[in-house]
């Protein structure tokens, strides 16, 4: 398992957790995935052989949400 960790812009609504979270967690390969409203961060725990943590970026940048940066 591999974590990696991405800041994103502000979060505006506590619906935005609920959504980044919920295609997370549809997302094959992801084991855990939190998102953070205060510091709107979203921490995720996957396995790297099913995904990378640039598909992960793709994904929540694919609803609208931009990264700013990314710790694995
Ligand atoms: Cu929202």
Sequence with gaps: M???VMQLEPLTCPTCVKKIETVLHKTEGVDTATVL???????VSYNEEEVS??????KIMN???AVLSMKE
Excluded at 37 to 43: A, P
Excluded at 53 to 58: C, F, S, V
């Design 53 to 58: 943590a640039k598909d992960l970026n793709r």
């Design 37 to 43: 409203f205060n510091s709107s961060k979203v921490k």
């Design 2 to 4: 591999k974590k990696v």
């Design 63 to 65: 609803l609208g949400y």
